[in-house]
Each structure stands twice: as structure tokens, then as C-alpha cells.
């Protein structure tokens, strides 16, 4: 059965720091793997996505990952974090030939002064 | 940029009462869904759509549960005789053939 494994719940960082979210897949064959975030009081919004194209994928707002499939991992990371950066963050699998989305448990980013 | 709508942003129904949650897609998608977020839990597929009839869903979309396209615009999801375990967020999402999945901002629902 496919599934999805956020590592940490919450993650605090400094402004201008570097951000990792830590996220984990099982999936029995190539799928394809997304992050969202959601701000409060608002819906989910794509911040990258991987289809078995380039392993490193850029998304908005300075964020990119990483598909390792050795590792079956697709972390999540940003240079410098800011402010604005505050949110949950989803790791979320879409098993081929399924509509459905599968979303890990979330990781709430908290950024520091 | 296109957005899937939702109203209301906020349902409050008493235990045993039906409600119908809004969605408006974006216009050019043609696959719909509803996801839900319990309170302190996971986002959870409920059900996705397709040319005029579900696609897939999951163990909790029940016979308490209901989707329709009433129109060429909106999404609808019904659920009958509330409970209080069904109250949580309520996401529509809409995508094309290939695209991510765009998500509404969400439909409170609260049942007391």
C-alpha cells in the first residue's frame, strides 16, 4: 500500500536560515509526488511537483526537492527561510493509475525572528 | 490564476440535519474531488468524479454521502443526517488530465 511519512511535525528555523521538511514514500511503482502548503484559514497550495522527469524539481517561493529513489525520499528545502515562509507544509503521493491523493500527516514550519 | 471556489467558508448544521457543501472548479478541469481534514488529522481523499460519475472513493464516502454536478459549473458534496464526527474541513479540488490537483480554500463544517 502506498504511503507517505513526514519525519518531523513541527520544524523551527530562523529567519534567513536554511529549511528542511523531511518526507518518505512507499509506493510499489513510479509515482508521482507533490508538496502543498497551507497557510491558516486558507486552502492548499502546490509548491512543487515530481513526475518522473528531472529528481530535482523548483517550485514557488524559493523551494525545491529532491526524488531519491534509493532513499525513497523527496525532502523538501529552501536556502533561506522568511517570515512569510510560516505554514504546514504536505508531502503528498499520487500512486499511478489513481486519482487519489495520499497526503502525509504535515510538517508545521515555524520561523524565528 | 484560475481558483476553485467554495462556499460557505463556514457550515454550522445541528446532528441529523443534511447539508450541501458548494464548489465551483476551475472552468476547463474535468476531474473532481472532495478531500476532508478532521481536526488534528491527516487530509483525506473522499471522492473524485469524472465525466458524470465517480471514479474512485474511499471507505468513508458511505451511502451517507453524495456528489453531483448539478450543472456545468458546480461541484456539489451532499452528506445526510449529520454527525458530530463529520465535522471537519472540507476540501473541493479540480485538475485536468494530467495537472496537480488546485484546491479550493476549504468548508468549515461544524455539527453540534
Known amino acids: 500500500a502506498q504511503s507517505v511519512t513526514q519525519l518531523d511535525s513541527h520544524v523551527s528555523v530562523s529567519e534567513g536560515t536554511p529549511v528542511l521538511l523531511r518526507c518518505n514514500y512507499s509506493s510499489s511503482y513510479s509515482p508521482s509526488l507533490f508538496w502543498y502548503v497551507q497557510h491558516p484559514n486558507k486552502g492548499l497550495q502546490l509548491l512543487l511537483k515530481?513526475?518522473?522527469?528531472?529528481?530535482l524539481v523548483k517550485g514557488i517561493n524559493g523551494f525545491e526537492a529532491e526524488f531519491k529513489k534509493s532513499e525513497t525520499s523527496f525532502h523538501l528545502t529552501k536556502p533561506s527561510a522568511h517570515m512569510s515562509d510560516a505554514a504546514e507544509y504536505f508531502c503528498?503521493?499520487?500512486?499511478?493509475?489513481?486519482?487519489?491523493?495520499?497526503f502525509g500527516s504535515g510538517t508545521r514550519l515555524l520561523v524565528r525572528p | 490564476e484560475p481558483e476553485v471556489t467554495q462556499t460557505p467558508s463556514h457550515q454550522v448544521t445541528q446532528m441529523g440535519q443534511e447539508v450541501i457543501l458548494r464548489c465551483v472548479p476551475i472552468s476547463n478541469h474535468l476531474y473532481f474531488y472532495w478531500y476532508r481534514q478532521i481536526l488534528g488529522q491527516k487530509v483525506e481523499f473522499l471522492v473524485s468524479f469524472y465525466n458524470n460519475e465517480i471514479s474512485e472513493k474511499s471507505e468513508i464516502f458511505d451511502d451517507q454521502f453524495s456528489v453531483e454536478r448539478p450543472d456545468g459549473s458546480n461541484f456539489t458534496l451532499k452528506i445526510r443526517s449529520t454527525k458530530l464526527e463529520d465535522s471537519a474541513m472540507y476540501f473541493c479540488a479540480s485538475s485536468d488530465a494530467d495537472s496537480p490537483l488546485h484546491f479550493g480554500n476549504g468548508t468549515r463544517l461544524t455539527v453540534t
Open positions: 503528498v503521493v499520487r500512486p499511478w493509475s489513481s486519482y487519489k491523493l495520499i
Open positions: 515530481y513526475t518522473s522527469a528531472a529528481t
